[in-house]
């Protein structure tokens, strides 16, 4: 019953900026920390940002400093904000969090960073 929903994704240049949100549904939003992972092709998927139930964060070294995660409970949320993006960057996001032994995740959404 869990459902997570990405959105947000899409084209940009280098040095441009996007938010991704994830809507998520089926459990207790504010009890689980929420976490963005992104693949890219040929590589594994890698641990974006988190997001805990206490508060803190943690951030891939690649992307300290240029995006910052954050939730709003009273709407099942999570964001990530994505600033000075890099070609690098450019990969299938996905939001996920884990219960029960279980890790659960959204479908995805695309950003391409090219000029």
């Known amino acids: 019953q869990v459902q997570l929903v990405e959105s947000g994704g899409g084209l940009v240049q280098p040095g441009g900026s996007l938010r991704l949100s994830c809507a998520a549904s089926?459990?207790?939003?504010?009890?689980?920390?929420m976490s963005w992972y992104r693949q890219a092709p040929g590589k594994e998927r890698e641990l974006v940002a988190r997001?805990?139930?206490?508060?803190?964060?943690n951030y891939a070294d690649s992307v300290k400093g240029r995006f910052t995660i954050s939730r709003d409970n009273a709407k099942n949320t999570v964001y990530l904000q994505m600033n000075s993006l890099k070609p690098e960057d450019t990969a299938l996001y996905f939001c996920?969090?884990?219960?029960?032994?279980?890790?659960?995740w959204g479908q995805g959404t695309q950003v391409t960073v090219s000029s």
């Open positions: 997001f805990t139930t206490a508060g803190s964060t």
């Open positions: 996920s969090m884990y219960r029960n032994g279980v890790r659960y």
């Open positions: 089926g459990f207790t939003f504010s009890s689980y920390a």
